[in-house]
């Protein structure tokens, strides 16, 4: 099921911290088990420079002038030295992903923010690779980047949010929440490559009621061909999942958030952050452009 780089991607934003090997590996091992090529994109941000309005009381004409000329040069010298950094950046992301094996890569550059550029490439995406932190949380490692929650907030494709330390997965597990969108995002899942041949555990956390649903839905994922096993748990939603994850060696965690999800609240405020913050494994958080 090859496609060409242009119709589907994937798309892994990269901005040179300490997180971009284990991007391009995770986005290796996405392109690799779909089939699809790799698009590294790195985004250049526009700088804040001082506001010479608020210094007019202060210096006088000749000086805010003499200032304006001074910070426009810096600015086009800043400009210059971020684009040649990041070329060198997607040429060492290029040369990694190449020796993961036959692997067809593209990389692109861009002005602007990152929510606007994951935007402007969705539609040529199959699924996105972030980090969960960047370069401003770099010596943070329980802390995720200031734009991870607003970039996958902003679209409405896959995002597989990586570790600092990527692993290929050998077992996942599906936080199922029983809606219709749930249902049609797993049948995807099914009829893509992606969780071929892993062992895989389809969650339900609720009660009594919910058995008969989880069991027709895991039925339906074997049919497919899925190797996924049902497990009907109590207790708080994110504390249950961590508890399942750890007790089962769990090193992929698939979860989604739609319009009438009971999961859509772990993706609005804080709680994003806390759920990517406190994974220490790679999250793919599914999402459908109806939400």
């Given at each position: 099921?090859?496609?060409?780089?242009?119709?589907?991607?994937?798309?892994?934003?990269?901005?040179?911290?300490?997180?971009?090997?284990?991007?391009?590996?995770?986005?290796?091992?996405?392109s690799q088990r779909l089939s699809t090529p790799v698009r590294l994109l790195h985004v250049i941000e526009k700088s804040?420079?001082?506001?010479?309005?608020?210094?007019?009381?202060?210096?006088?004409?000749?000086?805010?002038?003499?200032?304006?000329?001074?910070?426009?040069?810096?600015?086009?010298?800043?400009?210059?030295?971020?684009?040649?950094?990041?070329?060198?950046?997607?040429?060492?992301?290029?040369?990694?992903?190449?020796?993961?094996?036959?692997?067809?890569?593209?990389?692109?550059?861009?002005?602007?923010?990152?929510?606007?550029?994951?935007?402007?490439?969705?539609?040529?995406?199959?699924?996105?690779?972030?980090?969960?932190?960047?370069?401003?949380?770099?010596?943070?490692?329980?802390?995720?980047?200031?734009?991870?929650?607003?970039?996958?907030?902003?679209?409405?494709?896959?995002?597989?949010?990586?570790?600092?330390?990527?692993?290929?997965?050998?077992?996942?597990?599906?936080?199922?929440?029983?809606?219709?969108?749930?249902?049609?995002?797993?049948?995807?899942?099914?009829?893509?490559?992606?969780?071929?041949?892993?062992?895989?555990?389809?969650?339900?956390?609720?009660?009594?009621?919910?058995?008969?649903?989880?069991?027709?839905?895991?039925?339906?994922?074997?049919?497919?061909?899925?190797?996924?096993?049902?497990?009907?748990?109590?207790?708080?939603?994110?504390?249950?999942?961590?508890?399942?994850?750890?007790?089962?060696?769990?090193?992929?965690?698939?979860?989604?958030?739609?319009?009438?999800?009971?999961?859509?609240?772990?993706?609005?405020?804080?709680?994003?952050?806390?759920?990517?913050?406190?994974?220490?494994?790679?999250?793919?958080?599914?999402?459908?452009?109806?939400?």
């Open positions: 099921m090859s496609e060409s780089s242009t119709a589907s991607a994937i798309t892994a934003c990269i901005d040179g911290s300490g997180m971009t090997g284990a991007i391009c590996d995770a986005a290796g091992w996405l804040q420079s001082p506001v010479l309005e608020d210094l007019s009381g202060t210096i006088g004409l000749g000086s805010r002038e003499q200032l304006l000329e001074e910070l426009t040069s810096l600015d086009e010298q800043r400009g210059r030295l971020a684009m040649e950094h990041g070329r060198h950046l997607l040429a060492d992301a290029e040369a990694h992903i190449r020796e993961m094996g036959n692997i067809e890569v593209s990389s692109t550059q861009r002005h602007g923010s990152i929510s606007e550029a994951l935007q402007n490439y969705e539609n040529e995406t199959r699924a996105f690779v972030i980090g969960r932190r960047g370069e401003d949380h770099q010596t943070e490692p329980h802390r995720i980047g200031s734009k991870v929650e607003t970039a996958v907030r902003a679209i409405h494709k896959p995002v597989l949010v990586a570790p600092s330390d990527f692993k290929a997965p050998e077992r996942y597990m599906i936080a199922f929440d029983g809606s219709p969108e749930s249902d049609r995002a797993l049948d995807e899942l099914a009829h893509s490559r992606l969780l071929s041949g892993l062992q895989g555990h389809l969650i339900m956390v609720g009660g009594k009621e919910c058995r008969q649903q989880l069991s027709e839905t895991c039925n339906r994922l074997v049919n497919q061909g899925m190797q996924v096993m049902a497990h009907l748990l109590q207790g708080e939603l994110l504390p249950t999942l961590a508890q399942f994850q750890e007790e089962h060696n769990i090193d992929l965690r698939v979860m989604g958030a739609y319009s009438h999800s009971r999961f859509r609240e772990f993706f609005v405020g804080s709680n994003t952050s806390r759920m990517i913050s406190e994974s220490k494994i790679p999250l793919l958080l599914l999402r459908r452009t109806e939400d």
